[in-house]
């Protein structure tokens, strides 16, 4: 079915029509939250935000973003995961009521989400969780989303899945993936992979600028971007970043990395899964962190030990 | 200049006018150099194809093929690399006349380019390498291209790229990349990058499966193809993939590899460039196609002679 | 200090004197503990010992293993990680007394002691871990010792650990690595590179059987045992190995692992410390076990689709 | 057999009894031809060595060193592979004499061996290739050796190979690995053993330091030294590294690499030898020596564009 795998690449079909009289909570303005929002309302769904900064946020507190919904309310948390996620949780856990319903859209741990459901689930709050992809670029492109809960609750919460992801096709970009926590693994895997993908692309990027017989090192990324294989999205992007610094002159190597890639490389090990080339991305960034790695001063040492290789002074 | 880099994911713009008037031979008309006519006819080119199987020749010989381009001529050489493009290359520099020119279109190793044209040199006739990226999808949607060689030789096949790349601007799927085996490295560079993309897909893929609470994992690879950071043209064609057989019960998980992969870990070595996530790629490959690892069988022996743990008979 | 690195390859120095009045229960006299038992005595060490095995125990139960020692009492534990080492610990904090220790000699993960330590300190009862290396030859050699807990806990036990270790210099075997936790810690490193020293000299045998210049390959290995960089224990044990099957024919390339390479890679990642080599040698366990890797199938699909290439049909 | 395999770990057997009338000439006296000269002496062989540095010569040239060998005369070459080795050889082909025999005790590729060996066999000069190992430690402890080449251009060379080994055992440090070539393929392959296993304690080193628990962080590779099973000459080296120098202050994190880890990846993939633990040896030393990756600023370039995450500057 070719006229379903290959729609990126062609013109959206007609959009589906979208009539939503949901009015949902949003907890959490930043980067990913904001534009939501936005997108979100241009989507015809009506939007009461909470941030603890002042200047986006569209009521002072959680209580006035409850008071403010109607009943069944709908929160969406949009926080940084880990503790942050847990206390919002919590706190609603506390105030909201009985047949409302809280949907993790940040980058929780799956693990989290069955915990954060039972919690819920003992005072009759229904929960899901989702997997939000796309970035800064999602409030133009719109959102992947990979969603995990009950039937029921994932059918509810359809109006605002279908505003936040793109036109077209709602499996080209959303997907009930299973049970609550399978959002967020399925988004867990997902940026595993796109670790992967980037180290490949830039270990390939690495290998183009050794070389001098290559004369355009940007024109090559940016004539792979039709035709190729290797096109993609996150090509797109490099030869954006090319074009804004084309030697990447002013950024440093040094790379954070969040909690999914390591997830994702725990969740091999769990699974008895080879990940090798996820988890060299991984260790690529561990790496690129490091000024002084005390395992390389050993091996250095070692050298010397064995073979009175010289070894280089500690600055 | 978003409207360049974002052009894969919208309409292309209108069209550049060509106007071909370019007579080209196409030695081996393969997978590859089959639809490669096809595609340069359709763009005005005049194609004269040979290839040792009578089915899909145009003439009967390569001197038959040389009998009717005119002069100065144009040959376009689309077989295997190694030995068989040596041997066409070879006897192009015994037949051709000065001023003619051979471009190598198929995956010779960089270095054969620069023996190649430095052979033909000789005789006064001319040599571009030309990576070609597109597979079979090539004839429908255009390949990606990078070329090597002198400027006026680049200029003078221009006809045939513009050809053979898709529509819309040519920077965005053709780059002269530098001099003679440029091209050919970009190429190598591109496949080697393919493999680490296609790794990271796979070991995503493996961990979605292994997880009971992932209920629609064809789904949830349908889901990333709009709006997250991970959609790609690969990543359409493993949707494809699963539509066609869903479990990909019936594939094995045997996989070979063609030289690009291992040239590009061999360079990575040369240029002392860490690429740990291709060469795990291309490692996977190898340990794919082995039933009976001498390493891990010792392995096993040593756990058994230091701990007593039993080992699996062979069988 | 020539003297002190060297001595494993030199006599060892005049044994220290041991005179030991300790009497010890020992719970699991498997594969480890069998020996261990016997080292101890050959020590001077009263040992009492239990096990599920009746053909090994010296008491029908734990019960009677308590009513055999002296206060404050001494218990060895040494049976298999996780649930086992759980209820054999939970058990003894029901039935020890205040005063008496318990020290975990099994392969126990690090967060376990420091858990066992204050279940069991809340009823006074003193607890330390030790990592313990040696495998089936300990009872010959002596076997390798890192202990956790605390000073006086530790010196309590010496005796012990000096009946257990090789004779010669205390320092060149055992070593108080630092609190509860800290010994089990040691060993999972230790066994961590354990799995890195394999994966490497298997790595070499199979490119030494890949080669058909290499025309003494048991020979080879035989003559890195005195002189060369890489002689070691691992590298006798593979002389041993390859002694009694040439060609390892009569054991399959299916590789077990347990949990300390596991937990060595958690560790990496919690730390943010790269650990290629070692993570690469539990992914070559891994990979040894499937027959069918979903992985490896879906890149076999990918190269299908894009391009034409033929996938093995699964048989 | 036991009495063999284990042999390193106790005293050697009383000494075959050598008796050796050769007289050798040996050209490099670096860092390793030094000692090789006196440990040769030490073990009856005469020697005459060539080096340009007049401070360790015996003789002033080539020329001299060829007029006082009798004939058929025995030279050693331990120069540095590649050009000096080529060149040293290759002088040796236009003035030894036919009969005459050329030993190349260097870390040669074993590529040279088969080209070096056929360009003196057209004089009728004999050739043989030895991988020589054990540092600098080899005048002390004697050399591994591995040898390829004729049996009896072996069996001629023998006095000196017994020499240069370990007292005890033939078999434990001389091995006749196979036709020319073979030698120094063994030797690679050993090399890139080494690699692997260097890595991987330093792997464990870094795990070790990184946690707060670790109280004793050179105690416990001192008490890896007798006992467990990651016991080495390696982890010995590593013990009084870390008794010069705690917490290697002094040494910097940059790792040189030379040419038979690469060699040795190069063969993984020739062979199609899965051979992870040791490439990935080879990119960490790689990595050591990249202050600023241009992959890894890629990879930070990527997460900027499609997620906001904030880059370093470039200092």
New interface residues.
């Given amino acids: 079915?070719?006229a379903?795998?290959?729609?990126?690449?062609r013109?959206p079909p007609p959009s589906q029509k979208r009539v939503h009289t949901v009015h949902i909570g949003l907890i959490g303005l930043g980067?990913m939250g904001f534009n939501m929002r936005e997108r979100m309302r241009n989507g015809g769904i009506e939007v009461t935000g909470f941030d603890r900064n002042p200047d986006v946020t569209d009521v002072a507190s959680v209580d006035d973003l409850i008071a403010a919904l109607p009943t069944p309310r709908l929160v969406w948390v949009m926080v940084p995961s880990g503790a942050i996620t847990d206390a919002v949780v919590t706190e609603l856990g506390e105030k909201l009521s009985p047949g409302d319903m809280v949907i993790d859209g940040g980058n929780s741990r799956?693990t989290e989400d069955q915990k954060h459901a039972a919690a819920l689930a003992e005072k009759s709050i229904r929960f899901a969780d989702c997997g939000v992809?796309?970035?800064?670029?999602?409030l133009q492109?719109?959102?992947?989303?990979?969603a995990?809960g009950a039937d029921e609750d994932i059918e509810l919460a359809m109006p605002v899945f279908d505003a936040l992801?793109?036109e077209?096709e709602r499996?080209?970009?959303?997907?009930?993936?299973?049970?609550v926590?399978?959002g967020h693994?399925?988004k867990m895997?997902?940026n595993?992979?796109?670790?992967?993908?980037?180290?490949?692309?830039?270990?390939?990027?690495?290998?183009?600028?050794?070389?001098d017989?290559?004369?355009?090192l940007p024109?090559?990324f940016?004539?792979?971007?039709?035709?190729?294989?290797?096109?993609?999205?996150?090509?797109?992007?490099?030869?954006?970043?090319l074009?804004e610094?084309p030697g990447?002159?002013?950024?440093?190597?040094?790379?954070?990395?969040s909690g999914e890639g390591?997830w994702?490389?725990?969740?091999?090990?769990?699974?008895?899964?080879?990940?090798?080339?996820?988890?060299?991305?991984?260790?690529?960034?561990?790496?690129?962190?490091?000024d002084?790695?005390?395992?390389?001063?050993?091996?250095?040492?070692?050298?010397?030990?064995?073979?009175?290789?010289a070894?280089?002074?500690?600055?």
Same sequence: chains 1, 2, 3, 4.
């Fill in positions: 079915m070719q379903t795998w290959a729609s990126p690449y013109l980067k799956f992809s796309g970035g800064v670029w999602g492109n719109g959102y992947g989303l990979m995990g992801r793109p077209g499996a080209d970009s959303f997907v009930h993936v299973g049970g926590g399978a693994y399925a895997v997902h595993g992979i796109e670790y992967g993908l980037m180290q490949a692309y830039a270990e390939g990027y690495e290998l183009l600028a050794a070389k017989i290559v004369k355009d024109g090559t940016r004539a792979w971007q039709k035709g190729t294989v290797v096109r993609s999205w996150l090509l797109d992007l490099m030869v954006k970043a074009d610094d990447l002159a002013s950024i440093d190597d040094y790379v954070e990395d390591r994702t490389v725990e969740e091999a090990i769990a699974n008895a899964v080879p990940a090798p080339a996820i988890t060299a991305a991984l260790f690529a960034r561990f790496a690129s962190r490091e002084n790695s005390p395992a390389m001063k050993m091996v250095s040492a070692l050298r010397h030990q064995f073979g009175g290789h070894t280089r002074p500690a600055n």
